[in-house]
């Protein structure tokens, strides 16, 4: 798809956003790592709350987030993610959820997350000017948006959830919930680790016996795993039209200098948020 992922930036902010989802009146926004105000990776944007930085400078650079792309920094809503498969249904009791404190993702009995489940790593929503913020470093950001309904679904796909098969049950909660047709449906796969980077053992390849066709051998018992085409597979198995399946294509290790890389930084690191959200009607015409 040409021009699939494109950077941009306003005072000082820079984000990538897939103009495909835009033209179709939906909001994407992939977070750089410049300019920001991180402790934990001075000089940086990190908008995690869960990795050891400041909370006040996390939640400060939420706000400028959200002030740049024109959203209210109050309506972001995530979740506690955990690497599985899991993928909660956002209602309006649920917006905000995690917006600026990690308490509000979890409640206190551990089991309810405003309504829904704690331990999810996709959201949908069928709600208008809400954004749905998740949080990566080489983890594969899947983004889905419906032009007939204005359903999105955001998912947060490392391997373990793409063993899983999380793209292709994110595919399914929009049928399920918001009689969305997979046809209908445009997709994404945000900045991430590439296969020209993310190697991986037999351990990884034994939980992905479906896609072998996607780990190409680089040593005996070591694989580069091409996470971006699992997720493009499994999307198309979900009925997605593979003209409409947007791909970034840009490698977080290779590019650590604009994205956070767990796998460069050795763990010690940041994390980009990616926003997906169908803004109001009247602010889309502005």
């Known amino acids: 798809m040409k021009d699939s992922f494109v950077l941009q930036q306003r005072d000082g902010l820079w984000w990538g956003a897939f103009p495909s989802f835009a033209e179709a009146g939906f909001l994407t926004a992939c977070s750089c ?30 706000v400028r987030f959200a002030r740049a792309l024109g959203v209210d920094p109050a309506r972001f809503t995530t979740c506690a993610q955990v690497h599985g498969d899991r993928v909660a249904v956002v209602t309006e009791a ?40 998740l949080f990566y470093a080489d983890c594969t950001p ?18 373990r959830g793409t063993a899983a098969e999380i793209a292709k049950k ?5 049928t399920e919930h918001f009689g969305v047709r997979p ?13 020209c980077c993310y190697e991986v053992d037999n351990t990884v390849k034994q939980q992905m016996q479906a ?8 040593a005996p018992g070591r ?13 198309q198995a979900a009925g997605v039209l593979p003209e409409r399946i947007a791909t970034a294509g840009i490698c977080t ?20 948020g990616v926003c997906l959200c169908r803004p109001l009607l009247q602010k889309r015409e502005k």
């Open 170 to 174: 994110t595919v399914t909660a929009l």
């Open 223 to 235: 694989y580069h795993l091409d996470l971006w085409g699992v997720n493009k597979a499994q999307l």
């Open 142 to 159: 899947v983004l889905l948006a419906d032009p007939v309904t204005g359903a999105i679904g955001l998912a947060h796909a490392g391997w």
């Open 94 to 133: 649920a917006v905000g959820s995690g917006a600026f404190a990690l308490s509000d993702t979890v409640a206190p009995d551990g089991r309810h997350w405003r309504g829904t489940v704690a331990g999810t790593d996709a959201l949908v929503t069928c709600l208008s000017d809400v954004p749905l913020l």
């Open 183 to 195: 046809r209908d449906l445009l997709a994404a796969i945000g900045p991430s680790i590439g296969p």
């Open 211 to 218: 896609y072998t066709d996607f780990f190409h051998p680089t």
């Open 253 to 272: 290790e290779t590019h650590h200098e604009l994205f956070y890389s767990y796998r460069y930084e050795q763990g010690k690191t940041g994390r980009m």
């Open 33 to 62: 790592r410049l300019h920001g105000d991180s402790t934990l990776v001075p000089g940086t944007l990190n908008l995690a709350l869960h990795v050891g930085d400041d909370p006040d400078k996390v939640r400060a650079g939420r």
